[in-house]
């Protein structure tokens, strides 16, 4: 079992950062990947970005490549989304996710945070 949290989010303005972390609690968090997929009002969850168990290897939308970093830290069971250069498209609710393997589909991770809303004015 592997419960979720997020936290981190928050308001701001256009081109600033933000870093959201996700804390897990359990014994198998080292042993996942870990992604983070976002929803905006009216719209599907997508995916973000998602990081192997051992942190070598990261994966990105398109929409994000270049702006976010993704990274873990096993010995605390944390993993983090740096955000920079923040555009107001990337307003919606962050959610962080463990799965057993790296992979864009939602459907394929088995626990899911609550959820951290980003808000980025123009």
């Known amino acids: 079992q592997v419960q979720l949290v997020e936290s981190g989010g928050g308001l701001v303005q256009a081109g600033d950062s933000l870093r959201l972390s996700c804390a897990a609690s359990g014994r198998t968090f080292s042993r996942r990947a870990m992604g983070w997929f976002r929803q905006a009002p009216g719209k599907e969850r997508t995916f973000v970005t998602v990081?192997?168990?051992?942190?070598?290897?990261?994966y990105y939308a398109d929409s994000v490549k270049g702006r976010f970093t993704i990274s873990r830290d096993n010995a605390n069971n944390t993993v983090y989304l740096q955000m920079n250069s923040l555009k107001p498209e990337d307003t919606a609710v962050y959610y962080c996710?463990?799965?057993?393997?790296?992979?864009?589909?939602?459907?394929?991770?088995?626990?899911w945070g609550q959820g951290t809303q980003v808000t980025v004015s123009s």
């Open positions: 990081i192997g168990w051992t942190g070598g290897s990261a």
């Open positions: 996710a463990a799965g057993p393997i790296s992979t864009m589909r939602p459907t394929r991770y088995d626990y």
